[in-house]
């Protein structure tokens, strides 16, 4: 078939001397200098760069049009595997069971209560979907009810910007209290009076800068917090016994904690222990002690401190639960007479909970693959505590387990209503070599009777990046490419932390080249294997999973039938020399500053997609993004698909669809958002048909 012409973007070569080193960037005008603006009214998006991302989609569109059909039924299969009028377990919290809820054919869900125990008497705190109608895009992120259940808060965001509007509602009238909150990260916490509501302040560059204190029913902000160095994340949270109120500061090496004890909620923060480059440590309050998740002391995988002091400094802390290489405390969760900690070896998790004698048992289950969380409580004095198992080929289960009896109840499974027979479905878990002799775990998903021939289309998953694990979970969103033929595989490549931090460690920094070459050894493994063939797999990653698409993209072209990049974090070595950007400073420590330190530079121009474009075969590529997007911005996908479009020796078309109304997550609704994962596939199921291949 002959495909139509994609838009033609206009060079305007831009020179960036840094470090003694010259760039040149014909691209670089696809940045609107008024981005800050943009993410609060996309409207104010500069004419011509408009004008630009409205042809990339309408030829977007064009070329796919044939897909159209396909994409429907996809959306239909995904959306008929969710139940429309699905509900959370309740959550008991004193007289209340909390819970959220969906109507049939909702977008958004409702929040409500009930009194505990009861199927009926359901009170509405907060109807999302009738809060979103007439908006473009919708999403709330935090949302809480306050310690004596008389007020809820909730904190929206209607343009993708994560810039979040925080409202308090006074339960008994049903009116909100006090003018909005302004300018607030999604992250917010009532102290356990409920006299206080403490909320995080996002700069005009998009950073979490202050906390502030205001009276839950209105008043004036006083400020408690301030972060100086722009390099650092923020987060306020309570202690599990609700005898502190918790600010985190941190990035993805160092951490801090700050305490303020409940009895004075006003009183200035304490540090608990001042900051350290590259130590790393989380702590609750569990009743007469403190709990400490720490990689001190070369603790790769962290292990738990204790300490009994008002203020758990370093020189407090006990080692409790020792470091153990290759066993990584993921986290706990504190209850009166029980500890939960989570556990990952091998790409495999388990729950151990230590009781206040110090006994000790596993949680665990029997799959070759699967991913165990736990869910938090509001509740402190309970034996109870939940978790949800899911595989690949296993729905949801919420379980409620009491830590005293160590009897589980199955209170909830996912219902897939169009049908699901795990017994058609086949999950392995297979280990590829790296070039390094590292095993790198693939977790694989098909239908019994696929074939293990190199006939069968597979879809290859990778992120890699800030330590996030890629579980190996349920998906009904995955089910429309398996049910069709298709093998899915996750590689859980380093740069994650599926075999525990140092996995992590082994993938940054002057170790990032390893994430990709594991991803690449991955795929080469499984054509080995007779599960593929080279050029009918299709890639797939998003955000920095994106950078992961570019940088194979560029170092094995022939091996992809086609890659999708979603929200693709492609302009590194730009992006990593811009201080105004949200997540600049705080990801120097993933990546390196190439400001000021030239082997940072260096490395960096050495994988960055975008700066790494050459003249070779590329193969059918698909990037998006959302123009409101403060985590990978618009023009990254714009600029880097120009680019492909540039240097591409062949004739694989070479896609951009921007979502001209979200951010970095894409559509806020449940329903649209799957459409945008519809078009992700039928490109994948088009590009390695091959039809359009000129003929």
Not at 3 to 11: D, I, Q, R, S
Not at 439 to 445: K, M, R
Request: glycine share 8%; net charge negative.
């Amino acid at each position: 078939m002959t495909l139509p012409k994609p838009p033609v973007a206009t060079k305007k070569p831009h020179r960036i001397e840094q470090l003694g080193r010259v760039r040149t960037d014909d691209y670089a005008w696809m940045k609107d200098d008024n981005w800050q603006q943009v993410l609060r009214d996309p409207k104010a998006l500069r004419a011509d760069v408009r004008e630009h991302l409205e042809a990339e989609n309408a030829h977007t569109k064009a070329v796919l049009a044939g897909t159209e059909d396909l994409q429907a039924k996809l959306f239909a299969e995904m959306k008929g595997r969710i139940k429309e009028d699905d509900s959370s377990v309740p959550a008991p919290d004193g007289p209340f069971d909390y819970y959220v809820r969906y109507d049939l054919g909702a977008e958004h869900p409702v929040h409500g209560r009930r009194p505990r125990g009861a199927a009926e008497g359901e009170e509405v705190l907060l109807d999302e979907e009738a809060l979103s109608k007439g908006k473009a895009y919708f999403h709330v992120g935090g949302a809480h009810h306050s310690p004596d259940h008389k007020l809820y808060a909730w904190a929206a965001d209607e343009q993708g910007s994560e810039y979040y509007q925080v409202r308090v509602k006074d339960l008994a009238s049903g009116e909100e209290v006090g003018p909005p909150i302004e300018s607030a990260y999604g992250d917010f916490c009532f102290s356990p009076d409920s006299q206080w509501l403490f909320w995080i302040w996002r700069d005009e560059n998009a950073r979490p800068a202050k906390v502030f204190r205001r009276p839950a029913r209105g008043g004036e902000d006083t400020l408690v917090y301030e972060e100086k160095d722009e390099g650092m994340f923020l987060g306020v949270g309570v202690a599990a016994d609700d005898s502190h109120v918790l600010i985190h500061v941190g990035n993805q090496e160092t951490t801090e904690l700050w305490l303020i004890p409940a009895a004075d909620p006003t009183a200035q923060p304490v540090v608990a222990e001042p900051r350290q480059v590259g130590v790393k440590y989380a702590l609750d309050h569990w009743t007469d002690r403190w709990v400490i998740r720490t990689n001190a002391d070369d603790a790769v995988d962290f292990k738990l401190c204790v300490s009994e002091a008002a203020v758990p400094a370093r020189g407090t802390w006990r080692d409790w639960i020792p470091h153990r290489p290759g066993h990584y405390v993921v986290g706990f969760s504190a209850y009166a007479g029980h500890l939960v900690r989570a556990e990952r070896v091998n790409a495999l998790d388990t729950l151990v909970v230590t009781s206040r004698d110090g006994g000790e048992h596993v949680v665990a289950f029997d799959e070759e693959a699967y991913a165990l969380n736990l869910e938090g409580s509001y509740e402190y004095d309970t034996t109870v505590m939940r978790f949800v198992y899911q595989s690949p080929t296993t729905p949801r289960q919420w379980f409620d387990y009491d830590m005293a009896t160590r009897t589980r109840t199955l209170r909830k499974t996912q219902e897939v209503p169009s049908g699901h027979d795990p017994a058609r479905y086949v999950a392995k878990r297979l280990f590829a070599k790296a070039a390094d002799g590292a095993e790198v775990p693939i977790t694989l998903l098909m239908l019994k009777d696929t074939p293990q021939d190199g006939s069968a289309p597979v879809l290859l998953y990778g992120y890699g990046s800030y330590g996030h694990a890629m579980e190996p979970s349920f998906s009904i969103r995955n089910l429309s490419l398996v049910d069709r033929g298709w093998i899915w595989a996750t590689a859980h490549i380093r740069g994650g932390s599926d075999k525990g931090w140092g996995w992590f460690l082994d993938g940054r920094k002057e170790k990032k080249p390893n994430t990709f070459t594991d991803f690449i050894a991955c795929a080469e493994h499984l054509v080995a294997e007779g599960y593929a063939s080279k050029g009918r797999i299709a890639a797939y990653g998003g955000s920095a999973g994106g950078m992961l698409m570019g940088a194979v993209a560029n170092l094995r072209p022939d091996l992809w039938g086609a890659i999708i990049a979603a929200v693709p974090f492609v302009d590194v070595l730009n992006t990593m020399s811009d201080t105004t950007l949200p997540l600049t400073p705080p990801e120097w420590p993933e990546w390196g500053n190439p400001i000021e330190d030239a082997a940072a530079y260096d490395l960096i121009e050495s994988y960055s997609p975008y700066d790494r474009v050459s003249a070779q075969p590329y193969p059918p590529i698909l990037a998006t993004g959302g123009l409101s997007d403060p985590r990978v911005t618009y023009w990254e996908p714009q600029k880097w698909v120009a680019k492909l479009r540039d240097h591409t020796t062949g004739d694989a078309p070479i896609l951009l669809k921007i979502n001209m109304e979200a951010g970095h997550g894409g559509a806020s609704g449940r329903f649209d958002f799957l459409k945008e994962i519809a078009l992700d596939y039928a490109f994948a199921i088009w590009a390695l048909e091959g039809s359009w291949k000129a003929t």
